[in-house]
């Protein structure tokens, strides 16, 4: 995608604002630095998949949105993350298929994750991106920091 769309633009800044005003503390991992990390890497990879300029683009919005629903705490957070995106888009006067696409997109990055089409596959990976990368360990000691505030029976220091 050469440019990016005036939807594009707006689901990032819209995300952008979302994620400054409602995430809450103890919210390390993923946060807006996550998000933009996301939507790099499903650039990177919808485009080395040959994904159309279309689907492109729905990978995209979905990867701004996939974790805005952390606003409400981790669990079923994909499930508000696609209810965020489907009042945003349908305030923007988006097709109902697209918003769809969007909201099976965000819901396929559910542990264990469950892509129906090549849009859906993209964005899973693109959410595991940072396993590829010299950043691992860094990213992986702040999920585990988010995760102990979360979970602290759980996760041992």
């Known amino acids: ?8 633009q707006k689901s990032r800044k819209y995300v952008e604002s979302f994620l400054k005003e409602n995430l809450t503390d103890g919210i390390y991992y993923h946060d807006l ?5 996301v939507v ?3 650039q990177e990879i919808g485009i080395a998949s040959k ?3 279309e689907e492109l683009e729905i990978v995209l919005i979905a ?7 952390y606003y409400k705490g981790m669990e ?14 349908k305030q923007e006067g988006v097709e109902e298929s697209k918003i769809a696409a969007v909201g099976g997109c965000i819901l396929a990055t559910k542990i264990p994750q469950t892509p ?3 849009m859906e596959e993209v964005l899973c990976d693109a959410d595991l991106y940072h396993v590829s990368t010299r950043d691992f ?7 585990r920091k988010e995760f102990s505030l979360i979970f602290p029976a759980i996760v041992k220091k």
Do not use: Y
């Not at 990867?63 to 629903?69: E, K, L, R, V």
């Not at 079923?76 to 888009?89: G, N």
């Not at 360990?137 to 999920?143: A, I, M, P």
């Open 33 to 37: 630095e996550h998000t933009q990390e």
């Open 51 to 53: 994904i159309s300029n």
């Open 116 to 118: 129906k089409n090549i």
């Open 76 to 89: 079923d957070h994909e499930a508000m993350s696609k209810d965020v995106a489907e009042k945003f888009l």
């Open 40 to 42: 790099e890497a499903s």
């Open 63 to 69: 990867a701004w949105f996939h974790d805005t629903g």
């Open 137 to 143: 360990f860094t990213k992986s000691e702040l999920l």
């Open 1 to 8: 995608m050469e440019a990016e769309s005036a939807l594009l």
